[in-house]
């Protein structure tokens, strides 16, 4: 079993370079309510550390590179970002924590929902209780 759901995105590049267009309904499978980017991030610094009750996230390495942990209270699984072509698909319910962010990395996330504090699991051992009561 593996918790890495990938979505691979069509890179539109000719000589200029290259660009990738996401759309809702077609490349990402829910709306989006919500996008926000992780970027500036300091040297040996992990974020996340925590689950959603309901948001749905597709992630993508947009620059540079990270590795994102995914746990579902039985099985953990490292994944590598470093290609703006695949988004990462993290349902709700994963753990998730992201680290050895490189230089540079910049990481867009889009999102089902707007903001909720609400809706963070940020306990690991409320976690792993609720995953064991689905
Ligand atoms: C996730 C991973 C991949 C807001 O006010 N609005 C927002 O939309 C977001 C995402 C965050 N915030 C506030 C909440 C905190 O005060 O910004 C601060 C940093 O958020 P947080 O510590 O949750 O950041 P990460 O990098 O640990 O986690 C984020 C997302 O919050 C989370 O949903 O799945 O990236």
Redesign the pocket.
Known sequence: MTLAKWLDFQALGDERGSLVALEQGTSIPFEIK?I?Y?YHTEKDIS????A?KE?K?V?ICVSGSCR?TLDNGFVREDVFMDNPTKGLL?DSLLW?E?HDFSAGCI?L?L?SD??K?SD?IRDYSCFTAKVNNT
């Open positions: 919500r926000y992780i974020r996340g550390y925590h959603h948001l996230q992630a994102i993290i998730r992201m990481l996330v999102a707007h903001y504090e963070y």
